[in-house]
Nanobody
């Protein structure tokens, strides 16, 4: 299993930038697909960005071009670099690790406890 701890959430002004980090421990980090989700007040949790074990990335339409997901397997850490932040980006951001194999054919998911990002002037 994987233990995930997010950090970096803060109060930032619109147009500002922020970098979130997710440190993983407890398993082989490099084999997991890593994702960032967020949940804003009154809304469902949504996928913001993902990066596969092979390094392929995907982004929600709402953040594409503004956010960048990356991973450093040597540090067992995944990052979310956010720029041009908008008030709509205000949410609790969660780190997710996903893995599937013959023992877990439907996939397994691990979640961090979240870090709050507030975009306000």
């Amino acid at each position: 299993q994987v233990q995930l701890v997010e950090s970096g959430g803060a109060l930032v002004q619109p147009g500002g930038s922020l970098r979130l980090s997710c440190a993983a421990a407890g398993s082989i980090f490099s084999i997991y697909d890593m994702n960032w989700y967020r949940q804003a007040p009154g809304k469902q949790r949504e996928l913001v960005a993902g990066i596969t074990s092979g390094g392929s990335t995907n982004y929600a339409d709402s953040v594409r071009g503004r956010f960048t997901i990356s991973r450093d397997n040597a540090k067992d850490t995944v990052y979310l670099e956010m720029s041009s932040l908008k008030s709509e980006d205000t949410a609790v951001y969660y780190c997710n690790a996903h893995f599937s194999d013959y023992e877990s054919p439907y996939g397994v998911d691990y979640w961090g406890s979240g870090t709050l990002v507030t975009v306000s002037s």
